[in-house]
RNA sequence: GGCGACGUGGCGGAGUGGUGACGCAGCGGACUGCAAAUCCGCGUACGCCGGUUCAAUUCCGGCCGUCGCCUCCA
């Protein structure tokens, strides 16, 4: 089983060769700590968590160093912070806004089933990093100060605009936006700008007098640079972050180190959408992760469905997130529920690691759980038979179906322990007064005993009494005694 | 305007130069007094127009459509 990976800097799938396969390095850009984490923002943390999750078991936990940052400097932090702690001193409005929203973050992503990264470092804690960046930037060229400003300049890069395959000749031909008086390019970008009074603000760098604080790029490339080094195997994150964030992460890092790589893979995961829309405020289809748990569309959903829904479009592709899809997750995570067997000892299947193997594609690794859930239950109808047959024998009962499908389901770190199948009846059922559920109960014995007598019309009657009711009876039998009981739950 | 991605059956969604993944829905069957649930079975789809090829959904070119980036954005 070989890895392989697309790598946007070569646009093609190549096998994974780690650097240092005693320290296998990636790093992925984490959320801007200004607001509640949307879906969208989901998408990366979900799929990255997978491929963390594939790295520890192909190299070991130990050998694997997976680093996610928090950024909390940034001019949306300090307008908000403003704006929702208007009585507070900024910088402890600040301290509290990216505190708060760093907290629900974890929480967020922690009912996702993503595991912590091992380091997650915050942007404030290295501003001496950076400065350091920017003061060897200055020194060997590639940048300059200007109006207490320090910029890269992005002519002494012969191949910036290599990741997004942009020459600087077609990006200043189509270049919108006005040059600020003190860049020497148009292209140029910011490593670190003054602060106004009242903003954040660190001594500056590159013997500039004013203090200041850093540029947007500059944050990541001293945090990888710190806790994975100066090059290191797998960088990722949104497909939006191509250009500029990461061509200027790329021309930074390499500038300032003297490398001619910042990391071997680049990983890009496709935009979400939502119900076949750009998800915007404007458009009102903005959905926070925490939203989907609290309430979404008359649901609270759980965390694996979301994982289970994110997972079944390959990480590439764009993705549509709508309720319909939410509900296939959920009927699958319930059929599977059903049958997988958490025996000790298991493993996923072949074709589910190959398939995960393969540029992480959940599709097809999800094709192969619903496989061994269909082998899994028809096995039980098996062994059933067997069992009452003398002699019946259970035989590698960590390589059933069942103990596979468990294993491969935990493996995508879906938690199927606490997933209840019955959640979306469960839920329902809150819906349903005091009253009405009486009165339910009471019309369904009456049809039990009307069944009993073989009045069929008069039970059907009540059947369909019910039905309008929006109520949809289940028939069965009590495993022990054989009576036959009526289960009821509302239709959807 | 420049750059890029995508367009697969009713829906979602993999994949491939030549035997139609997988799921949902639908249909048929089993079960049931009848239903529901469950189980079994069933599907000749790859935007349009050209080209290459013995053979293209898969490669190449053009067109159309959707989306993204170029400014903050996962």
């Given at each position: ?11 093609r ?10 320290n ?83 929480k ?35 940048a ?7 910029l890269?300049?992005?002519g002494?890069m ?5 990741l ?193 193997s393969?540029?992480?594609n ?38 059933s ?39 339910i ?5 009456a ?18 009494e ?6 949809q ?5 009590d ?14």
């Amino acid at each position: 089983m070989t890895l392989t990976l697309y790598n946007t800097l070569t646009r093609r799938k190549e096998p994974f060769e780690p650097i240092d396969p005693k320290n296998v390095r990636m790093y992925v850009c984490g959320p801007t700590v200004y607001d509640l984490a949307h879906i969208g923002n989901a998408r990366p943390i979900i799929v990255f968590d997978v491929l963390f999750r594939l790295l520890r078991h192909l190299y070991g936990e130990q050998h694997v160093t997976y680093a996610r940052n928090i950024t909390d400097v940034d001019d949306k932090i300090n307008a908000r912070a403003v704006e929702r702690f208007p009585e507070m001193p900024p910088t402890e409005a600040i301290r509290k806004l990216t505190e708060e929203t760093t907290a629900q973050f974890h929480k967020d992503i922690a009912a996702l089933g993503v595991l912590p990264p091992t380091v997650e470092p915050r942007a404030t804690d290295h501003i001496a990093e950076m400065r350091v960046l920017c003061d060897e930037l200055v020194a060997n060229g590639h940048a300059y100060v200007g109006e207490d400003h320090v910029l890269f300049a992005v002519g002494s890069m012969p191949d910036y605009g290599k990741l997004a395959r942009r020459s600087l000749e077609e990006m200043e031909a189509g270049a919108r936006v006005d040059v600020a008086p003190y860049k020497r390019g148009p292209m140029d970008f910011v490593l670190w700008k003054p602060s106004k009074p009242g903003e954040p603000s660190w001594p500056s760098p590159a013997g500039i007098a004013t203090p200041g604080r850093p540029g947007w790029h500059i944050e990541c490339s001293a945090m990888a640079g710190k806790h994975l080094g100066n090059v290191f195997d797998i960088h990722g994150g949104g497909i939006d972050l191509v250009f500029p964030h990461h061509e200027n992460e790329i021309a930074q890092s390499r500038c300032a180190h003297g490398t001619s790589v910042m990391a071997n893979v680049w990983m890009h995961n496709g935009f979400l959408q939502v119900e076949g829309e750009k998800m915007s405020k404007s458009l009102g289809n903005f959905v926070t992760i925490k939203e989907l748990f609290d309430e979404w569309r008359g649901y609270s959903w759980p965390g694996q469905v979301a994982r289970f829904a994110m997972l079944g479009t390959h990480y590439r592709q764009p993705i549509d997130f709508s309720q319909d899809a939410l509900d296939q997750a959920s009927i699958a995570l319930s059929g599977f529920k059903t049958w997988a067997a958490d025996i000790p000892g298991a493993s996923p299947s072949r074709e589910f690691m190959d398939a995960l193997s393969d540029d992480l594609n959940t599709p097809r690794a999800i094709a192969e759980l619903h496989r061994l859930s269909q082998l899994a239950q028809r096995g039980v109808h098996e062994q059933t038979d067997r069992m009452t047959k003398p002699g019946a024998m259970l035989e590698k009962l960590e390589a059933s179906p069942a103990a596979q499908l468990s294993a491969s389901l935990s493996f995508l770190g879906l938690d199927m322990e606490s997933y209840d199948r019955n959640w979306v009846q469960n839920q329902s059922r809150l819906s349903i007064s005091e009253e009405q559920s009486a009165k339910i109960a009471q019309l369904i014995s009456a049809r039990l005993a009307a069944r009993k007598a073989k009045n069929w019309a008069e039970s059907d009657r009540i059947r369909d009494e019910l039905a309008a009711m929006g109520i949809q009876l289940k028939d069965g039998k009590d495993p022990q005694t054989g009576e036959a009981i009526t289960m009821w739950e509302v239709k959807r």
